[in-house]
């Protein structure tokens, strides 16, 4: 039984302009100690999803689906108390910047131990000992001392850090990981995306990784899965997915990564690009042209045809997301009318 | 080894860190508002005073001297040392009355504030946390009994309880809670924005500890600062209730009942109103720039 099932989710808030689809049609499973990265613009309803798993949404949020399981529980039907029992004890989340996700009045010390004792019958000594492990797991240097300090004290990765400890603090078969290292300097973010990969193996957990940059998912990931405008555009295994992107918009995203500068420009995407570039030594990263659909006013048919260089009549139909059926891809699905790989 | 040599530079690194702790940064900027310590003193003489007045105070307040009917106080020509400041129109030492009267209206203060402050917090931070229907209710019937004039309002709740000391507290209470409210939702609108509750609530966090634990500790500061403004307002309108005879009733030794007996003299026997009316000026005084510096000690936006 996988760990999580999502079938037909969406997501609609009502607003003043009227109601907005902010996710929509979106299924995937994810099973014990996989690792999901999730790939989008902002606004693409990445967060709102994690919010929707967490049973965090806002009022004006309505959710529908045909099935949200976690581990075999229903989290549609699912009470407020039992959802606060399964909050942190079973699916814990990270945010994106961990300066603001720290309360400023209580010490990390303070903060983990709460967090440690909401969920568990436990001495004061022994969710200290606790504390001081999760620190040391964690890799903070002098973990007694920093008990005692206040967040503000703390750099960005330190934060980051922290937060990890408390999100791991009882032991959670999921993480989410909401753009876990945007806020941080280049130079941290590898090391808090290893953390987390060194724990998911320690503690067999499965990962969600949300983040906006491709690169970071390629390397931490099993499966991936990427969105646009609320809809899932592409998803499969994330080798697979990387070296032969079947949706246009993935491979634009691609293209537009430095990483993929030399392969790109080989590409087809890329050809009107190189006639201004071609000259320069070192050319300018391809862009996706125009921008994110309105969800006031999505576009007929396919999300991303008014943006697509490949873009036909049969785009302006309803289209879903479909299988892939070259064997040499499987388990790769599509939303779109031309894939490159068929 | 490396090792340990690592482990020194984080301790180093971690002592210059701890420079200022946030009790003893609150305290510099406070020292720095020679206002706020003024008020300090004044209102920590006012509480020694108020602790220890049976133990300060010369004569019994309501024992009736026959010898000595509205004598003037001791600096004056006519008085007598036994009666330091004087005595009123039936030959009570005012000394004695005003040192009594501390402790009773510094625990008027304490006791409006305890009652307005708890209940004006929780109404507010309900309402600002859940916001729809609860907070609309809390806030109109703030808005109603902010659209009263406070004093009337405090007189309309007397009348209907009776006057006395008691219900005094609770009009004057009653009165102060729609600062609490009102401040205490704005407060809590803005900090349930910010991320840390949403993981709290991620990390399995109720509402009530969300509420109370997470949101609550980091709106304090203005609350205090609240808190003691209402100190002085609550003394005040206690001290304005017993002027007008609808609070403490007259053997009482309450400064504004005080004043109210002395009225009649004014003008023949004034230090009987002016004892009493200096006490409440300068408590009141003093709890304002108490408060004036906690706020600018407190609230970040004031700092330099």
Known sequence: MALLEVKNLSITFQTKYGPVEAVRDLTFTLDHGESLGVVGESGCGKSITNLAIMGLLPKNAELKADKLTFNGVDLLSLKERDYQKLRGQQVAMIFQDPMSALNPCFSVGEQIIETISVHRQISKKDAHAEALALLNQVGIPAPEERLKCYPHELSGGMAQRVMIAMAISCRPQLLIADEPTTALDVTIQDQILNLLRDIQKQNKMALMLITHDLGVVAQNSDKIQVMYAGEVVESGPTASVVHTPAHPYTKGLLAGHPSHQKAAANDNATKENNKTGATKKRKRLPSIPGMVPDLKQRPVGCQFHPRCHKAGPECMKGMSLLGITNPSHANRQVRCAKPELV | MSDS?????????????????????????FCQNKGALIGLVVMTLFVIVGIFAPLLSPHNPTELFAEALRLPPAFMEGGQWRY???????????????????????????????????????????????EGFLDRSIMRLTDILMALPSTLLAIVVVSVLGPGLVNAVWAVSIVAIPNYVRLVRALVLTEKKRQYVMAARSFGSGHWRTMLIEILPNCLAPIIVQATLGLSEGILNAAALGFLGLGAQPPTPEWGTMLADARPFMESAPWMVTFPGLCILLVVLGLNLLGDGLRDALDPRLKR
């Open chain 2, 5 to 29: 040599a690592g482990q020194n530079t984080q301790t180093i690194i971690l002592s210059e860190l701890k420079g200022e702790t946030p009790w003893r940064e609150f305290w510099h900027s």
């Open chain 2, 84 to 130: 330091a400041l004087g005595s009123d129109d039936v030959g009570r030492d005012i000394l004695s009355r005003l040192i009594h009267g501390t402790s009773l209206s510094l625990g008027i203060g304490l006791m409006v504030v305890t009652v307005s402050l708890f209940s004006g917090t929780l109404l507010g931070l309900l309402a600002g946390y859940f």
